[in-house]
């Protein structure tokens, strides 16, 4: 039962692994996008609730909000880095959004197949889930430019905790696995790669934070 949750977790999400990496490839390059970020236009709309909790037989009301990240202002030595930093946010809050959406089709995938009977069901089932996410993803996949496949990638590592590699591999097994990473190395990507937040991905990791919580 583990290793059938596993194997769904993978299944899903390497399906867009590699349509991802499949629109790097095909999408035409674009210059980097020279626009200042909108701050009043956060991809995440910020979360307020209203509540009230009971203490000694009195209610109290309380407000709970996103959290607030607070970050020293970037400092760039030249244009061209914050032009660099501006794509990043724009490809951050572009790519997120289906980052987070892969992780909860496999949540909503797994809880569904526990309540099939058996295999065949279970695997009848998985290949509906595959046609949907093509035909859903695919037209948007195709949409992205190269670098932004390639955050795609790392941002589903974040959200699903699984390097690309290791889902496809368990999924579609060690062949297909060592094609699509091929494929990625002939384009200068590697889907072993992991997600750093403390390290490479630090920069990457605070603009996340900040478009979660509305503030980007």
Same mark, same amino acid.
């Given at each position: ?114 309540? @099939?009977?058996? #295999? ?12 949907? *996410? !093509? +035909?859903?993803? &695919? =037209? ?10 390639? @955050?795609?990638? #790392? ?12 889902? *496809? !591999? +368990?999924?579609? &097994? =060690? ?42």
């Amino acid at each position: 039962m583990w290793f059938m949750g596993v194997l769904t977790r993978m299944g899903c999400v390497a399906v867009l692994l590699a349509a991802s990496m499949t629109a790097g490839a095909q999408a035409v390059r674009v210059s980097p996008e020279d626009r200042e970020v909108d701050m009043d236009n956060p991809t995440f709309v910020p979360m307020v609730k209203i509540g009230k909790a009971m203490y000694e037989g009195d209610s109290i009301p309380y407000v709970q909000t996103n959290n607030v990240y607070v970050f020293p202002e970037p400092e760039f030595k030249n244009a061209k880095q914050k032009q660099a930093y501006n794509r990043l946010v724009f490809n951050v809050k572009k790519v997120l959004p289906i980052a987070k959406e892969a992780n909860q089709i496999i949540i909503e995938t797994y809880e569904y197949l526990q309540t @099939l009977p058996d #295999k065949k069901a279970k695997d009848a089932h998985m290949k509906l889930v595959e046609k949907d *996410i !093509k +035909a859903r993803y &695919g =037209p948007r996949m195709k949409k992205l430019t190269y670098q932004q496949g390639k @955050l795609l990638i #790392k941002l589903i590592y974040r959200e699903c905790n699984s390097s690309a590699y290791t889902t *496809i !591999k +368990a999924f579609l &097994g =060690p062949v297909r696995a060592g094609f699509w990473q091929a494929f990625a190395w002939a384009f200068g990507a590697s889907l072993t790669k992991q997600y750093d937040p403390n390290g490479v991905d630090r920069l990457t990791e605070r603009v996340v934070l900040q478009v979660e919580a509305g503030q980007l």
